[in-house]
């Protein structure tokens, strides 16, 4: 097992555009995919006015990609730790960097919000998988 | 935007062996990629110890696993919520039921402990991508 270095999991994580961020909703982790994009450091994603929306900003979450490469056995994760902000309308730093980010939802419906991600750790894991 | 019944998200994760566990520690989410196996409705797998063993019993949890199918375009996921145990040697209903189930870990290094989630809540969503 070998620790991946921020500034290698900060690559990999611009080389993805499919994670997920896990939100606390009343003691309940919940865990959600999204498509999102990097900005710098911050993780940008769009979302419609749902859980996410409501629980996410100003809320501690993380986000996740993983991956594994069938041809050598590798098996990677990289986990972004951070607190989230609704970065549709601020004008902070971090909602003008997300807004710099273009995310590209998938999933069908408005979804005229953006929430960054302001990480606090970025840690990655790999791996040779042992089947 | 279509709902999975819980039926049909429960055949999901049987067809499945990698997901992920969302845990909190200290109010901060964490995920990690784990594989897993199902015993009915409960989803159990093998960990060292560390971070998932020690936060993770008697404690709230989310599992998820997701997918994409690049020739018909559909997207996919599945969330289950519940709490974990450490069913690696108690006597209780869930623990045996895990001790039925056979996860198969594909990283490295000794993971003796074995986790169960029972589920409180198993929900899923499928799409077609618009893209």
């Not at 409501?54 to 990677?76: N, Q, R, S």
């Not at 730093?93 to 005229?112: I, Y």
Request: glycine share 6%; proline share 7%; charged share 20%.
């Amino acid at each position: 097992m070998e620790e991946i270095a921020e500034e290698e999991c900060l690559r990999l994580l611009e080389r993805n555009t499919l994670g997920r961020i896990a939100i606390v909703v009343s003691k309940q982790p919940q865990i959600f995919p999204v498509n999102y994009a990097m900005s710098g450091r911050i993780v940008v994603f769009r979302t419609s006015a749902g859980t996410k929306l409501f629980h996410a900003p100003e809320a501690k979450v993380a986000f996740e990609i993983d991956g594994y490469e069938p041809l050598t056995g590798v098996c990677l994760s990289v986990m972004l730790q951070g607190v989230a902000h609704d970065a549709t309308v601020s004008y902070d730093d971090v909602s003008w960097a997300a807004r710099a980010a273009s995310p590209e939802p998938v999933a069908p419906g408005a979804k005229p919000y953006l929430v960054a991600i302001q990480p606090t750790r970025v840690t990655g894991r790999r791996f040779r998988s042992q089947r």
